[in-house]
């Protein structure tokens, strides 16, 4: 997929210069504006309306203060809380957000990082997945600014804005151990993802603290969605016996799980304890309100933002690595000792 940088080369000219010819400007010599046109036509490059709008904020600022975000699934409220940490520092320091949401699916992240890198974005804050080192490698090596958050990239060395996944997962089964739980079921999120392994390995971390076997019976792996929730909940539901308490990978499972819980006809907290991963704006309105591991989202979007302009400003500067601890909100959704 050609962009603009690729016609520029080919025609031996400036970026601002195709940015030009592509909007008609009269400030183009006529011999350099068919040099042009001749390479974009080579290059088979079509410039949406888009990338002309941004073309023409780059010839009218020098920098069209453009960055990418892209993000796994828009539908998460934890996701929209990065966005809007994104977002607000970039307006604050006069730059745009272009977010993609590619739902898990690599090759739609693959098509949506083409897409970015081909408009010329001035950095990129990316929720990565697996697979995608090689590009991501690429993007780095060609000297865009990026910054990974939520997931780490094996093999790349960017920067990136973490949770402490396993300790908050951790914190959240050792709540319902110290209750009297000992039948524990996990709900975890899709099994290759990086936080899913963690806060599987943070509720392996407690059961073994606290000398209670391992009940694989009692872990589910699902795809980190509402349907997931819902299916594998019920699973554990009609198991015999069902488990005291149950501990959700994710919001989204959560939900699930809380609506086959009402559908089952099962009381939380009496018959079955539930602790999610994420906390949701409106868990305390919930009857009883939710227990649940709260993630700084807004917070990772801002740091991340900062360090995507840190990284702008120096290119070699070291790496960082930026974890935030995850709290565990007690509600009533657990009970009480």
């Not at 490698?137 to 960017?158: A, H, N, Q, Y």
């Amino acid at each position: 997929m050609s962009n603009l940088k690729d016609v520029a080369s080919l025609a031996a000219v400036s970026i601002a210069t195709v940015s030009r010819v592509i909007n008609n400007s009269s400030l183009v010599d006529p011999k350099t504006r068919v040099k042009v046109q001749n390479a974009i036509k080579k290059l088979n490059f079509h410039p949406n309306r888009v990338a002309r709008r941004l073309s023409k904020l780059r010839m009218k600022e020098g920098n069209g203060k453009i960055i990418g975000l892209v993000l796994p699934d828009i539908n998460n409220p934890f996701y929209v809380d990065v966005l809007r940490g994104v977002e607000d520092y970039a307006l604050k320091h006069e730059y745009v957000v272009i977010t993609c949401n590619f739902g898990q699916d690599e090759s739609r992240e693959k098509l949506y990082l083409n897409i970015l890198q081909s408009e010329s974005i001035d950095g990129l804050v990316v929720v990565p997945v697996l697979g995608l080192e090689e590009k991501v490698s690429k993007m780095v090596e060609s000297g865009l600014p990026i910054v990974c958050v939520d997931r780490e990239l094996t093999g790349t060395d960017v920067d990136v804005v973490l949770v402490d996944n396993r300790k908050g997962a951790y914190e959240a089964v050792q709540h319902l151990i110290r209750l009297g739980h000992k039948r524990i079921a996990f709900i975890s999120g899709l099994p290759q993802i990086p936080t899913s392994v963690e806060r599987l390995n943070g509720y392996r971390d407690a059961l073994h603290a606290n000398k209670i076997p391992l009940d694989e019976k009692l872990v589910k792996y699902g795809d980190s969605m509402y349907e997931s929730g819902l299916r594998l909940s019920e699973e554990l539901l009609k198991s015999e016996p069902p488990p005291t308490a149950l501990f959700t990978g994710n919001n989204l499972i959560t939900l699930g799980a809380l609506e086959m819980i009402h559908r089952s006809g099962f009381s939380i907290p009496k018959d079955i304890a539930l602790v999610g991963f994420d906390d949701m704006h409106w868990s305390i309105s919930l009857n009883p309100p939710l227990t649940a591991v709260r993630q700084p989202g807004y917070d990772i979007g801002k740091r991340a933002t900062e360090l995507l302009f840190q990284r702008s400003g120096d290119l070699k500067r070291p790496t960082a690595k930026v974890i935030f601890n995850a709290e565990l909100k007690i509600r009533n959704s657990c009970g009480s000792a």
